[in-house]
T-cell receptor, first 113, second 116 residues
């Protein structure tokens, strides 16, 4: 089954403790992206990757890192999480860019205390 | 910079009634426009998209949207709403010029409630 898989679905952590949210897709898509969803703000793009080893900032990249060492995986790294990063995070992929239909994961709800 | 505004945070309609969700965008050139739907606890699913050509586009689940350049709008419509349409709807804008592009800007979302 074609899908984007994020793990974990739920995560509670404390301020400053490094964490990684994994994202994997099995559709051989070139493009992958991370979004955060907050009430009243919709989805805001954090980072995106057009291909392996190619990443770029979205609208809200501060406090986040990503890497794209292989096509299928695009982990989101929070080196020193803070409470304002409490949010619902979505990974998405598409064939070749944001203008192709995006396939979304089911989300990761992160709480930073 | 590109931006999207969905003026209605929450809309309630009765089952069988018609629906229109508003979307206004700001972009310096011809945009690529999208509507996505999010069911509770799920990721987003593409309903329809506009790239060029006919300004009235048809999507899945009986939805359509009309691109009006003069009004910078891309409103989503459905003639008869079903209870299963209850969800959150997001309008999004990307940059025209080909599929190889990374930045996509979403609106704030409109929550649709359907009364029986």
């Amino acid at each position: 089954e074609a899908q984007v898989t994020q793990n974990p679905r739920y995560l509670i952590t404390v301020t400053g403790k490094k964490l990684t949210v994994t994202c994997s897709q099995n559709m051989n898509h070139e493009y992958m992206s991370w979004y955060r969803q907050d009430p009243g703000l919709g989805l805001r793009q954090i980072y995106y990757s057009m291909n392996v080893e190619v990443t770029d900032k979205g609208d809200v990249p501060e406090g986040y890192k990503v890497s794209r060492k292989e096509k299928r995986n695009f982990p989101l790294i929070l080196e020193s999480p803070s409470p304002n990063q409490t949010s619902l995070y979505f990974c998405a992929s598409s064939l070749d860019g944001s203008n192709s239909p995006l396939h979304f994961g089911n989300g990761t709800r992160l709480t930073v205390t | 910079a590109q931006s999207v505004t969905q003026p209605d945070i929450h809309i309630t309609v009765s089952e069988g009634a018609s629906l229109e969700l508003r979307c206004n965008y700001s972009y310096g050139a011809t945009p690529y426009l999208f509507w996505y739907v999010q069911s509770p606890g799920q990721g987003l699913q593409l309903l329809l998209k506009y790239f060029s050509g006919d300004t009235l586009v048809q999507g899945i689940k009986g939805f359509e949207a009309e691109f009006k350049r003069s009004q910078s709008s891309f409103n989503l419509r459905k003639p008869s709403v079903h209870w299963s349409d209850a969800a959150e709807y997001f309008c999004a804008v990307g940059r025209a010029g080909g599929t190889s592009y990374g930045k996509l800007t979403f609106g704030q979302g409109t929550i649709l409630t359907v009364h029986p």
